[in-house]
């Protein structure tokens, strides 16, 4: 038991430092600099595994320390083999000279050695105790009542703000080929090149459709089946009375962003296209929205509460932890220092502020 303890302690501590390490690079870079290469993915990738790994370590299981030595060995390989191609351990975002890049690509490679060497032993401690005792720390992450929920919400969340990001672009591309109505910016350079952005509205939208719009689905069900509405005609007017429901939340949560956030029409502007209210929202992305939003309560979010419950807690708490890592990761790459659209017939500007280029 003392070697357990030992061991979750070391690994709390390792996969912080290494964790925190990522994270301070993620809110220093430059989004509009950074590209999907080597070293980004090593980056997702790493945090996937140090935090993996400190979670199964925690959990003694039989897999900590072939996780913590597999996130190891692929972090280190694979910052030497980006410091062959690229001339640097983490993919210079930055002037060549500046602090932030001495800085981070003298110090990181130290700290992951440091850091991920106590995972390793501390998934050593795990397979060295299990010698004894074999036992696997079972049930949730946390035993309170509202972690299941608090669990499933957060993994929506993060799962449709990234679906929610790719749908934009399948929906703008659908408006150049003349499937849609409507206008879009070709040099976007958040939607069509950063491709990993989170688009959080969408997440939130799917949070809302699941404590607001399920209920509300269930409640009309129930309601229909004790109706005078012929049996054959109950699913139908169930389906219809809960589109034109969540048509009316769907649209009243687009126009009361619009009002918040798109006062001045900088995100949207629906004031070209027909049966619109005050450009905010219109009719065609008001129907496009409530499909989406219906065909989620009826077919996709049952199907996914179904899934979840044949994995079992110790399986979602694995996906939350990995793709929480890396979803953090994204979010302050992304947010720190939102990416400035690129103007048509520009050169990307020059962020590198005057202090770096003097270093």
Same mark, same amino acid.
């Given at each position: 038991?003392?070697?357990?303890?030992?061991a $979750?302690?070391?690994?709390?501590?390792?996969?912080?430092?290494?964790l925190a390490?990522?994270?301070?690079?993620?809110?220093?870079?430059?989004?509009d600099?950074?590209?999907?290469?080597?070293?980004?993915?090593?980056?997702?990738?790493?945090?996937?595994?140090?935090?993996?790994?400190?979670?199964?370590?925690?959990?003694?299981?039989?897999?900590?320390?072939?996780?913590?030595?597999?996130?190891?060995?692929?972090?280190?390989?694979?910052?030497?083999?980006?410091?062959?191609?690229?001339?640097?351990?983490?993919?210079?975002?930055?002037?060549?000279?500046?602090?932030?890049?001495?800085a981070?690509?003298?110090?990181?490679?130290?700290?992951?050695?440091?850091?991920?060497?106590?995972?390793?032993?501390?998934?050593?401690?795990v /397979?060295?105790?299990?010698?004894?005792? %074999?036992?696997? +720390?079972?049930? #949730?992450?946390? /035993?309170?009542? *509202?972690?299941p929920?608090?669990?499933?919400?957060?993994l929506?969340?993060?799962?449709?703000?990234? +679906?929610?990001?790719?749908?934009?672009? +399948?929906?703008c591309?659908?408006? $150049?080929?003349?499937?849609? $109505?409507?206008?879009?910016?070709?040099?976007?350079?958040?939607?069509?090149?950063?491709?990993?952005?989170?688009? #959080?509205?969408?997440?939130?939208?799917?949070?809302?459709?699941?404590?607001?719009?399920? #209920?509300?689905?269930?409640?009309?069900?129930?309601?229909?089946?004790?109706?005078?509405?012929? %049996?054959?005609?109950?699913?139908?007017?169930?389906?219809?009375?809960?589109f034109?429901?969540?048509?009316?939340?769907c649209?009243?949560?687009?126009?009361?962003?619009?009002?918040?956030?798109?006062?001045?029409?900088?995100?949207?502007?629906?004031?070209?296209?027909?049966?619109?209210?005050?450009?905010?929202?219109?009719?065609?992305?008001?129907?496009?929205?409530?499909?989406?939003?219906? *065909?989620?309560?009826w077919?996709?979010? #049952?199907?996914?509460?179904?899934?979840m419950? %044949?994995?079992?807690d110790? %399986?979602?708490?694995?996906?939350?932890?990995?793709?929480?890592?890396?979803?953090?990761?994204?979010?302050?790459?992304?947010?720190?220092?939102?990416?400035?659209?690129?103007?048509?017939?520009?050169?990307?500007?020059?962020?590198t502020?005057?202090?770096?280029?003097?270093?």
């Amino acid at each position: 038991m003392k070697s357990s303890k030992i061991a $979750k302690a070391l690994a709390v501590a390792s996969g912080a430092t290494t964790l925190a390490s990522w994270y301070a690079h993620a809110v220093a870079a430059n989004p509009d600099k950074t590209p999907y290469d080597l070293s980004f993915w090593r980056e997702g990738a790493s945090i996937a595994g140090t935090a993996l790994s400190t979670w199964l370590v925690h959990r003694r299981s039989p897999a900590a320390f072939p996780a913590a030595a597999a996130t190891a060995f692929g972090t280190i390989a694979l910052g030497a083999a980006n410091v062959l191609k690229k001339g640097a351990y983490v993919t210079r975002t930055w002037n060549e000279n500046s602090i932030k890049e001495k800085a981070f690509n003298r110090a990181m490679p130290l700290v992951h050695a440091a850091g991920l060497a106590g995972l390793e032993a501390a998934g050593a401690l795990v /397979a060295w105790g299990r010698r004894s005792d %074999k036992t696997v +720390l079972a049930g #949730p992450l946390s /035993a309170a009542p *509202w972690y299941p929920q608090a669990r499933k919400l957060g993994l929506y969340f993060m799962t449709f703000s990234m +679906l929610g990001h790719w749908v934009e672009m +399948l929906f703008c591309t659908g408006i $150049k080929h003349g499937i849609f $109505k409507g206008g879009y910016d070709r040099e976007n350079h958040m939607l069509w090149d950063q491709w990993l952005f989170p688009f #959080p509205a969408e997440g939130t939208a799917a949070v809302l459709a699941d404590v607001a719009l399920t #209920p509300a689905k269930n409640a009309i069900e129930r309601a229909v089946a004790t109706s005078i509405v012929p %049996k054959p005609l109950r699913f139908p007017a169930a389906l219809a009375t809960s589109f034109l429901v969540n048509q009316l939340a769907c649209t009243s949560v687009d126009f009361a962003t619009g009002m918040v956030a798109n006062r001045n029409y900088e995100l949207w502007d629906y004031r070209d296209m027909r049966f619109h209210f005050m450009g905010q929202v219109c009719l065609q992305n008001s129907l496009f929205y409530s499909i989406i939003a219906t *065909w989620g309560v009826w077919q996709l979010l #049952p199907a996914l509460e179904k899934l979840m419950k %044949k994995a079992g807690d110790t %399986k979602l708490d694995g996906i939350l932890v990995g793709m929480g890592s890396v979803f953090l990761f994204l979010e302050l790459l992304y947010q720190a220092v939102p990416p400035k659209k690129k103007d048509a017939g520009s050169e990307e500007p020059d962020t590198t502020s005057d202090a770096d280029k003097a270093e």
